[in-house]
């Protein structure tokens, strides 16, 4: 299907609808109806060859893509996203491997070189070899008709059929040299000044002069010169011959070693990633090996399949941008989850790679294995309420026989285990603590589990028991519920481990949640989540037991008042405070978020009366406010669930920015020059705005998406069970997304 097709069906699909996408159906609730947008992503060609340097890359017609080197030419071998290839010697052209090339271009979208002797090429028959008389030419450019200025030095020839049309000099030494097809003239920059050249006046004109130029782009069909410098660049309005404002410094990185306009996009290439200006006058930056082989950009160009060529020192880049739409997002990112991420039925991450290479990985144990896959779980959940899709409710039952052997395990009746793994590849006497023998002895077993683990455990077994409409699948799920219910409130509301103890964070007793100043989150949160957790086991099992014991925490020893209490009277302890309180109030806990919007769906859905419930919708709102600035998807739609007035845009934006490559490259921002950094502060803010999540490590929704810097140079991949699927499906089943 075409573009404009494509188009077609999406304006009908509005006009069937009745809205558009981002605007509110008649009853007031949003909807973001699924229309294409583009999805950039990158394949990678590694080069490594000590003593070659890499200097131009360019593309034809046909999507052949060369790269030139101080060695000869090369060309990318393999190479596939999250795959990458390398470069190598392109031998396609025998007569081509003795040539000593210094230029490489594109021209009538086929590749001409400029070797010591002529402007040559092997398309329009091998006819091109316009011979130049000029064997330390560096630069060319090619005009009209087959006319090209070539430039050595201060010398400027302009050749055609190995004529010599005219010859000319600069006061200073040449730094670029290109032809602007909308201005019909050749742009010559030097330090000082930049030149144009009428190849039919033979004219050598000065357009500006200046200090300490370094590089420059004819954009904008003709209209407007961008020009580098030392700490930015300079914008020239070709019409008034002007320059337009002040330098522009307030750029990722100000140091500019390429610039050049792709498919009506202006590229900055500097010597950490690169970066594309947006239509707001923002940037899309491109940093490390998510994007790039190396960070020091040398050359752009334009790509194969509207794709973006960055020639890096360690090789090229290729950014391609595809029309997708989030649906087809969610089936690349559901195969993922299947193909990579399943151990023994748990939501996994690929652990232990080299640099990114796929086929290096192992499935890692986790501490939170119960509660990453109840999250992946749920967007199944979500997904078979919304599609039946039989593919969907298999992987539920999967997961979900994965989270009921956490009980079977164990010795301890209803106790969840935090993980499971075969004998002996888990060193048990590293870590006595939490690994521990089971019955059987081919596995062992996590203990020590966490709140952490137990709200995801109820989140999704209410879930399903409300969304599956199978009976085996929802019982289970049922029972599950009821005996980890029945552990906590027979143990007086703590999680009792192996060894008959408490676990350090299995705690909701009042003696625990009430001993924390007022100010501390864990007395609200833990209110929260027992409530939640004790509403949702009465609501599916109708056991008295879990609505008294409810009851009597809200209103006998004040949960209702801690889980209400506003988020702005939330931060660090008072003096005097115990250091354990002190600990737990350092900062703004993003665990803490994550546990609390998970609580929410037991806390909200089941809630005892309509009062309560009222009640509870507007603690939900208060804490969503504090989270808008961070912009995760999760939590805008989880405020979708009780709210019509929520972030759907924002929602919208974190699925569409979300990075399709997962795997954990490092990242840094902290250097860029273009974002406003505020105080420290208790939230962890760091900007005013946050970044775009493709331009941030891979990070689950229980960390801070403020952090500027990190990730593990490709050691991981995670899983977009959790990350994305889940609020992708929540979206659809909320009906915010169709």
Known sequence: MNKKSLIALFVFTIFLAGTLPGTATPKGKPVHIDAPFLQDYSIKYYFSQPGVSLKKVAADRNGKIQVLASSGLLHPQAGAFLYPGTLEKDGTHRPFNDKNFAGLAAYRQQLIYLDDEAVLSNA??????????????????????????????????????????????????????????????????????????????????????????????????????????????????????????????????????????????????????????????KFNYYYGERWLPGNRVIDIAEGPDNSVLILTDKGLGQILFKEITLAEKANFFEKQVRLRHIRNGFNATLNGMTKGDLSTGYLADSDNDGLWTSMYLGSQVFRYAVTQSEEALQNTIESLDAMERLFTINPVPGFPSRSYERSGYIDILADPDRWQHSSDPEWDWKATTSSDEAIGHVFVFGAIAELID?????????????????????????????????????????????????SIGDRKLNSSNIVAMLQTAYHFTKKDIYKEKAFELMHDYGYLENLMRPMEEIGKAPEGADDWAAMLSESWNHSDDEMYFLGYWGLYRYAFNDTLKAMFCESIIDHWEHERPEKDGLWNLFTGMVSHDFDLEEAIWYLQEYPMDLINWTVKNSHRKDIQLIPENFR???????????????????????????????????????????PYWLGRYLEVIE
């Open 470 to 518: 199978v009976e085996p699948v929802r019982n289970k799920a049922v029972r599950l519920l009821d005996e980890l219910m029945q552990h906590i409130v027979d143990n007086d509301f703590y999680l009792i481990d192996y060894d008959g103890k408490p676990t350090l964070w299995g705690k909701w007793h009042p003696d625990y949640v009430n001993g924390f100043p007022t």
């Open 124 to 281: 329009w028959a091998g006819e091109l070899f316009s011979k130049h008389q000029m064997p330390k030419a560096e630069f060319f450019a090619a005009g009209e008709d087959f006319t090209f200025l070539l430039a050595d030095g201060r010398n400027l020839k302009l050749i055609k059929n190995s004529q010599e049309l005219w010859k000319g000099r600069t006061p200073e030494q040449v730094l670029e040299l290109k032809f602007s097809p909308a201005t019909g003239k050749y742009w010559i920059l030097t330090s000082k000044t930049l030149f144009t050249f009428s190849a039919e006046s033979k004219e050598l004109k000065t357009f500006i002069e200046g200090n300490e130029f370094t590089l420059f782009e004819v954009v904008g069909f003709g209209t407007k010169t961008v020009i580098g410098t030392p700490g930015g660049y300079i914008e020239i309005n070709n019409i008034s011959q002007k320059q337009m404002g002040e330098k522009k410094s307030k750029l990722p990185v100000p140091e500019i070693t390429v610039v050049k306009e792709v498919n009506g996009n202006v590229w900055f290439g500097s010597p950490e990633g690169a970066f594309m200006q947006r239509n707001d006058g």
């Open 684 to 726: 962890r803010q760091t900007t005013e705005e946050v970044l775009p999540p493709d331009e941030l490590q891979i990070r689950r929704h229980n960390a801070n998406r403020f952090g500027l810097d990190g990730g593990n140079d490709g050691r991981s991949e995670n899983s977009a069970g959790d990350i994305w699927l889940l």
